[in-house]
């Protein structure tokens, strides 16, 4: 009997054990998906957080024409003009400039490296983010520059019965040469260049019986030596003019027209993501190297304007009505940065309002500095930047 008692509490005393590993893991398990919940939650709050104002971090006195110019340059600013080029850190301390005459500047930029270029004239200054500064001369008048991420430029040249686009190294070394001719190609509308330099994208316009016919043409200058002129892909679009066409990023390009987009993806050759029409007139076009959209006003005069963005997936991931009229919008990030006058607002891409205000005095700039909620501020005479305070 006593063999048997000691065998039924080694039994329960067991059952007891399973029993109390079983609840601890339970427990644990719970207290687990709370912890969970409660940090998704509190993310969730923070990332959409809304701001009721902002405190100033620096601010200094503007000393140059209201002609000069302002873009977003790593976490500062680059300020040009006519008669040259000046990058700042976000608290105004300058970090190159360069000196240079041109009738009319047409800036681009990537990483470290800045194009400058001489509408209508033969002048490219390259800029390599070091203080390092060199000079190109092209041997046609300038239609647009643009630059990779390791200076590489492609210049769009016009010429009397031919166009030419060029490439050259950050040195001002030629690379690649290439032509088309006016009466059998069309007109050039817009180039882009892939960050690596690697590839290029063109829109071109002709005419044919009377009709339009828009051609988006892509280059590839590593696989497409195998290509005849380098061409790995040409798409007609008809009577769609395709006035912008943009690599986002090093692997997507964009189409956009006047009444639709085209989405590729182009590691070595391109293709088809996605085509979609674009219902109403578009009224601005937003793109980074993350997204990609569109704002188009209401069917109706009294409808609002009605915004979208989507992933460089082609997924929808914003579809919402915009109830203010802004001046200047576009992408930083994954936000969306509009103002008007004196007043600004700022979207998160969820749609989600991070900020909404007005200043003092009438905006010409808010460009992204350092920092989730710190912003450069220009104005007729100061530029600050500012912290996005409760």
């Known amino acids: 009997m006593a063999i048997e008692f000691e065998k039924h509490n080694l039994r329960s005393y067991e059952l007891k054990q399973q029993i109390h590993r079983r609840n601890r893991r339970l427990v644990i398990a719970v207290g687990a998906i709370l912890a969970v919940l409660i940090i998704s939650i509190s993310i969730y709050f923070v990332i959409n957080k809304s701001y009721t104002g902002f405190e100033v971090i620096h601010s200094i006195e503007r000393s140059d024409s209201s002609s000069a110019k302002y873009l977003s340059y790593k976490s500062g600013v ?19 400039n360069g000196t240079f005459q041109m009738s009319d500047p047409m800036v681009e930029i990537s990483g470290n490296f800045v194009a400058i270029s001489d509408r209508g004239y033969k002048t490219v200054q390259i800029f390599d983010g070091e203080g390092g500064m060199n000079t190109v001369e092209v041997q046609h008048p300038i239609i647009m520059t643009k630059i990779a991420k390791q200076g590489v430029i492609a210049v769009l040249m016009k010429g009397n019965k031919a166009n030419y686009i060029s490439l050259y190294d950050k040195d001002g070394g ?10 059998k190609d069309g007109f050039p509308i817009d180039i882009d260049l892939s960050e690596d330099g690697r590839k290029l994208v063109t829109s071109y316009v002709s005419l044919s019986s009377g009709s339009l016919q828009s051609n988006v043409t892509f280059y590839n200058f590593g696989v497409g030596q195998n290509y005849i002129d380098r061409i790995v892909g040409a798409f007609p679009y008809g009577q769609t003019l395709i006035a912008d066409v943009e690599f986002l990023g090093n692997d997507t390009v964009a189409a956009f027209g006047d009444n639709k987009y085209c989405l590729y993806s182009m590691k070595e050759l391109p293709d088809i993501i996605q085509e979609e029409e674009i219902t109403g007139e578009v009224k601005s076009i937003l793109h980074n190297n993350k997204y990609f959209g569109f704002v188009v006003p209401g069917a109706k005069d009294q409808e609002l304007s009605q915004i979208m963005l989507f992933d460089l997936g082609g997924k929808k991931i914003l579809d919402k009505k915009l109830d203010y009229e802004y001046e200047n919008i576009y992408l930083s990030g994954d936000e969306i940065i509009m103002h008007s006058g004196q007043d600004w607002m700022i979207w998160r891409v969820n749609g989600k309002e991070k900020i909404q205000g007005t200043f003092d005095n009438l905006v010409s700039y808010i460009l992204p500095s350092k920092g989730n909620n710190k912003y450069i501020i220009i104005n007729g005479t100061n ?6 305070i409760d």
């Open 78 to 96: 680059l300020r040009y003009s006519r008669d040259g080029a000046v990058a700042m850190d976000s608290g105004g301390n300058q970090l190159w």
């Open 383 to 388: 530029m600050q930047e500012v912290s996005l």
């Open 174 to 183: 030629k690379l690649i040469d290439s032509s088309t001719i006016a009466a």
